[in-house]
Structure formats: structure tokens, C-alpha cells
């Protein structure tokens, strides 16, 4: 299972990104996908999940409304769409997917909302 996030970045308050994540080595179309937030001394936070068939969503109430994840099943990616960023959502990124209960993760793309 290997996955890779990009499109990590600094950008101002109120600003938008789009991070990718790039997935190999699984059938991609069979599982739910996630991404999670980490800033340091903090618990990893789950932000935000997509079934496998890409039909249905979940967010975290801290992102609702502004940020979007979504999955192209034919690239084998999975992508967050994030708008409105605030100070408060700079951490690294990791999307994940859990297979016969392991979880795998990404090396994580840093996000940086400052002025």
C-alpha cells in the first residue's frame, strides 16, 4: 500500500487549496477513504470520509461546509478540496485507508493558513 499527498502549501486566511492523494498497491474502488489533520502536541483529527463508491461524504464539524472530499476511482485518487481556510486549519495532511483493520497513511502534506 503505498500513498502520496501533495498540493500542500502557505496560503492567507481565507484562501483555498486542493490536496491530492495519490494511492497504489490496493483496489482503490473497494475502500473508504479518509483524511486526517495533525499539528503538533495534538491527537491525529479525522476531517473528513468518502465510501468506496464515492456517493457518500462525512466531515468533521470544524470543516463542514468548506471543505470537500472527493475521488476520482479511474486515477486512484483521492482529493480535499479545502476553502475558507483558517489560521486554525494549518497541520499536516494525511489521507488513509484502513485494510483488514490496519490502517496506512501518507507522509503528509503540510497546509499553512497565515497572514
Known amino acids: 500500500v503505498h500513498l502520496v499527498e501533495s498540493g500542500g502549501g502557505l496560503v492567507q486566511p481565507g484562501g483555498s487549496l486542493r490536496l491530492s492523494c495519490a494511492a497504489s498497491?490496493?483496489?482503490?474502488?473497494?475502500?473508504?477513504m479518509r483524511w486526517y489533520r495533525q499539528t503538533p502536541g495534538k491527537e491525529r483529527e479525522l476531517v473528513a470520509f468518502?465510501?468506496?463508491?464515492?456517493?457518500?461524504?462525512n466531515y468533521a464539524d470544524s470543516v463542514k461546509g468548506r471543505f470537500t472530499i472527493s475521488r476520482d476511482n479511474g486515477q486512484n485518487t483521492v482529493y480535499l478540496q479545502m476553502n475558507s481556510l483558517k489560521l486554525e486549519d494549518t497541520a499536516v495532511y494525511y489521507c488513509?485507508?484502513?485494510?483488514?483493520?490496519?490502517?496506512?497513511w501518507g507522509q503528509g502534506t503540510q497546509v499553512t493558513a497565515s497572514s
Open positions: 498497491g490496493f483496489t482503490f474502488n473497494s475502500y473508504p
Open positions: 468518502i465510501t468506496s463508491d464515492g456517493r457518500s461524504t
Open positions: 488513509s485507508v484502513r485494510i483488514f483493520n490496519t490502517d496506512y
